[in-house]
């Protein structure tokens, strides 16, 4: 049997991607707080600097 391994595939810094769910707990960009509703969410990929920070997608704004 073979096994074939794939290196994983990370976003480049800067990328954006756009989410919708439905806010159970409390969204919060900025100065504005979203609960119990359907939220729609522009998310932007931070690639981080070094041992310092992680890699992470931030919030960046509602869609609305």
């Known amino acids: 049997m073979k096994f074939i391994k794939k290196e994983p595939v990370y976003p480049i810094d800067g990328e954006k991607c756009i989410e919708t769910w439905f806010a159970i707990f409390p969204v919060t960009i900025r100065n504005e707080t979203r609960v119990f509703e359907k939220v729609t969410?522009?998310?932007?990929?931070?690639?981080?600097?070094?041992?310092?920070?992680?890699?992470?997608?931030?919030?960046?704004?509602?869609?609305?």
């Open 41 to 64: 969410v522009e998310f932007s990929y931070w690639d981080g600097y070094g041992t310092f920070a992680e890699p992470c997608w931030v919030m960046i704004r509602f869609i609305d």
